[in-house]
């Protein structure tokens, strides 16, 4: 019923929700209109944006890759020149006659000559040294802005050094004919093209800049860099990598070349185009500002702004008149929607409890056909177990406990996708026992006292949580009625149990009566017909009646030792005194003797077991097993075996008669008291038996118990 109120509330406070709030569902889907045509907007501005982009990226790129063969091509021209003239036979030839004789005029004016005409080739400056590193003959002027020098990595002693223009400084060894050093010749060559290319950077965009890196020293993060900008150009070492990232001039280092948006060494965002020097191992990037490049973007979008701000405002107007129509016909549809609320609420509260009541007597219907006489107590309380907790309202919360003749069985908590199972079985000790009647759990939830004929002798209960402290009286019935059924099914078995106890006893009874009394007398009977026989033979009376006190008294002995039998058979003297082994034993060679079939005994080595019901219980199966082989399986040859195995004791006896077919299926359908003796004495035992059909012919009775 809490429910059911609470459920009206919602739906009552739902409609005044509606009623007093749609000018905030106006408000709110204007807001919702706002967001989505500036969200439409801003991805299209993004789209422009991307576009311009790449567009202005293809075309930094294409720029970028004309200057890298200019430079390219400027500088191996410059390289490839002064190695050429480290190869003049004029040059070799005066170099190394003034190393054989230093005041040779002759070659060094030869030599002076031959220098003198070098910037008439296009070199700036020229200076040659011998063998030892001393000058021979030098001329122009070399530049003195060393330290604003690029170095060639791919060629040995070249530079290209800014000063106030590109220089190209290269030097060459002088080889004579012999392939030995005589000498070397260091050139600087002026490249005004290069320069002229390297300062167009107006054309791109005032932001615009050219940056020319060479790689960094061993060990080091500077690069050696000039960079032309609108105002000029510069020399700068960068580093490699700042705490942004790692700069596009290290991917062109690395021979790597593309596009990108970034921020530059100065923290400005930029496209930039990179691009490898391959052939004289430098790299360059071409860049223009961000801002430069989206100012006239920027200029129109405000425009567009203020068209949007007026089309969204009549939007809101016109979705406002909208809504407020929707929520007029929205009021009118409420009141018949909280009526069907409040029947579907209705029903679906009969529903569940309509589904727990069939919970519940799915429940005991299952319990009730799984308990069976032949089963042992700790399967039928699995039984209880597995049906009991699916079946409560909250499974995955409780824990049932039963406890019976001083053992408490306790199952697992379901999980709803494995049946629970027992968790524990211990032990109670009798204390325990009398303060938990007395006082009751405060956590228990469902409690029911089991009774056997008006004596209690456990309960049932049920635990959740102390967190969940819930008490319905539907599951106080229902497991009151399964322990109403517990103490039904344990009153049969103890019926059962007392039956079998008192035919023991009624057979211990007569087979001493007739050991004692009934053998007696006949004995007697045959002892006195002997003394007639002889009295007549000694008298010489008639002889037929001297035969017939002989037949009386032949037949008077063999019905004593058919008695005697019969009495061993119902009371087995041999297992009272000396046990189990020695009992299976006598019982082989009376059915040897009495049946004149062969029965052997088999055991490995003596057996002794202490409990003189479990040692009943064993004889008795071995009793009624030999029995059926010899009335039903007609068997010439039974093997009775007894041996023990890691803590399990294992009872067999086989035969050769015609064989019997026995199935856990067909047990119920099985005519024979027998049998289901057998079946109960092991459940009684706690021991697993099976009767098996041999493939040689016959049958086997197998009985394993676990000795604790």
Not at 91 to 108: G, R
Not at 310 to 339: D, T
């Amino acid at each position: 019923m809490c429910e059911n109120r609470a459920d009206h509330d919602i739906i009552k406070e739902k409609s005044l929700l509606l009623t007093r709030d749609d000018r905030k569902i106006s408000i709110i889907s204007g807001l919702l209109l706002l967001g989505l045509t500036l969200t439409t907007g801003i991805a299209v501005y993004n789209a422009m944006r991307q576009q311009i982009e790449s567009t202005l990226g293809r075309g930094l790129g294409v720029a970028l890759q004309g200057k890298a063969l200019l430079i390219e091509s400027q500088v191996e021209k410059g390289v490839s020149d002064t190695r050429t003239l480290a190869l003049r036979p004029f040059l070799i030839k005066s170099v190394q006659e003034l190393n054989e004789q230093p005041d040779n005029q002759s070659a060094m004016d030869d030599l002076m000559r031959n220098v003198d005409s070098l910037p008439d080739a296009g070199f700036s400056a020229a200076i040659v040294y011998d063998r030892n590193g001393n000058t021979l003959a030098q001329t122009g002027q070399f530049s003195e802005n060393q330290h604003q020098a690029l170095s060639l990595n791919k060629y040995a002693h070249a530079f290209l050094i800014w000063d106030k223009q590109f220089v190209l400084r290269t030097s060459a060894e002088i080889f004579d004919q012999k392939k030995q050093m005589i000498g070397s010749i260091t050139t600087e060559i002026k490249l005004p093209k290069l320069t002229r290319r390297f300062s167009e950077i107006r054309s791109i965009g005032n932001t615009g800049e050219f940056i020319l890196c060479a790689p960094p020293a061993h060990k080091t993060r500077e690069m050696a860099c000039l960079i032309s900008q609108i105002d000029g150009i510069k020399f700068k070492r960068l580093l490699r990598d700042t705490n942004t990232g790692i700069l596009p001039i290290s991917y062109a280092l690395d021979g790597q070349h593309g596009v990108i948006a970034v921020k530059d060494y100065r923290q400005v965002q930029v496209i930039e185009a990179y691009a490898p020097l391959k052939a004289i191992g430098l790299g360059m990037t071409l860049k223009l500002d961000e801002s430069e490049l989206f100012a006239p973007i920027n200029q129109e979008l405000r425009l567009i702004i203020l068209y949007l701000a007026g089309l969204i405002l009549g939007e809101i107007l016109l979705l406002n008149w909208f809504v407020r129509k929707l929520i007029n016909s929205e009021r009118k549809a409420q009141h018949a929607k909280e009526i069907a609320e409040q029947f579907s609420i209705e029903l679906s509260r009969k529903e569940t409890e309509l589904r727990e009541r069939l919970k519940e007597i799915t429940c005991l219907f299952e319990i009730r056909r799984s308990i069976g006489l032949e089963l042992s107590v700790e399967t039928v309380c699995q039984n209880i177990f597995i049906h009991l907790i699916p079946a409560l309202q909250y499974p995955q919360f409780a824990t049932a406990v039963i406890e019976l003749d001083g053992w408490r069985y306790i199952s697992g908590r379901s999980n709803l996708s494995l049946a629970p199972h027992v968790l524990t079985k211990e032990k109670i000790a009798e204390q325990a026992r009398t303060e938990r009647r007395a006082n009751r759990d405060p956590a228990c939830t469902c409690w029911s006292v089991i009774k056997i004929n008006g004596k209690t002798c456990g309960n049932l209960r049920v635990f959740y949580p102390d967190d969940k402290p819930l008490l319905l009286q539907e599951e106080q019935k229902l497991v009151n009625a399964i322990a109403t059924d517990l103490e039904s099914w344990l009153e049969r078995k103890q019926l059962e149990q007392t039956l079998i106890s008192i035919a023991e006893e009624q057979a211990h009874t007569i087979g001493q009566e007739l050991h004692d009394n009934v053998g007696q007398q006949i004995a007697a009977i045959g002892y006195q017909a002997q003394a007639l026989e002889k009295k007549l033979a000694t008298t010489g009376n008639d002889a037929n009646m001297s035969k017939a006190a002989a037949s009386i008294a032949s037949q008077a002995q063999t019905a004593v030792i058919h008695i005697k039998q019969l009495a061993r058979g119902l009371l087995p003297f041999e297992l009272e005194t000396n046990g189990l082994v020695f009992a299976l034993r006598t019982l082989a060679e009376r059915v040897t003797d009495t049946y004149h079939i062969s029965c052997e005994f088999l055991s490995s080595h003596d057996i002794i077991i202490y409990d003189n019901n479990v040692a009943l219980n064993l004889y008795r199966i071995a009793q009624e097993a030999v029995n059926n082989a010899i009335r039903h399986g007609q068997a010439q040859h039974i093997t009775i075996s007894l041996s023990t195995h890691d803590k399990v004791l294992d009872l067999s006896i086989c035969d050769d008669g015609h064989g019997f077919s026995y199935k856990e299926s067909d047990r119920h359908a099985t005519s024979g008291m027998g049998l289901k003796i057998m079946q109960y004495r092991a459940k009684q035992l706690d021991a697993q038996l099976e009767i098996l059909a041999r493939s040689e012919g016959g049958t086997e009775v197998h009985l394993e118990k676990r000795i604790i």
